[in-house]
C-alpha cells in the first residue's frame, strides 16, 4: 500500500487537531514531533527530485585501473 503526499498532509492536519486538544506536554511533544514528520514524508518525492537534479553527474570510471610502472628500488637508509 503506497501512501499519497495528499494522505500525509490529511494526517498532518488530524495531528493538528489532536495537538490542539493535547492535556499532557509529552502528548504535545509527541504529535508536534508526528506533525513535522508527515509534513516530511509529504514532501519527499518533490524533495528527492530535486536533490536528484542538483546531484554531479556520476564520474566515468576505467573498468581496469591502470598499472602504475613500478618504482626504482632505492635505499634511502644504508
Do not use: C, W
Request: proline content about 10%; hydrophobic content about 35%; aromatic content about 6%.
Amino acid at each position: 500500500m503506497t501512501t499519497t503526499p495528499e494522505d500525509y498532509l490529511a494526517k498532518a492536519a488530524d495531528t493538528k487537531v489532536q495537538l490542539e486538544a493535547a492535556t499532557s506536554e509529552g502528548e504535545r511533544t509527541r504529535l508536534r514531533r508526528a506533525h513535522g514528520v508527515y509534513l516530511r514524508l509529504s514532501n519527499h518525492d518533490a524533495e528527492s527530485a530535486a536533490r536528484a537534479e542538483l546531484a554531479p553527474a556520476p564520474r566515468i570510471r576505467p573498468e581496469k585501473p591502470s598499472a602504475a610502472p613500478p618504482r626504482p628500488m632505492t635505499n634511502y637508509f644504508k
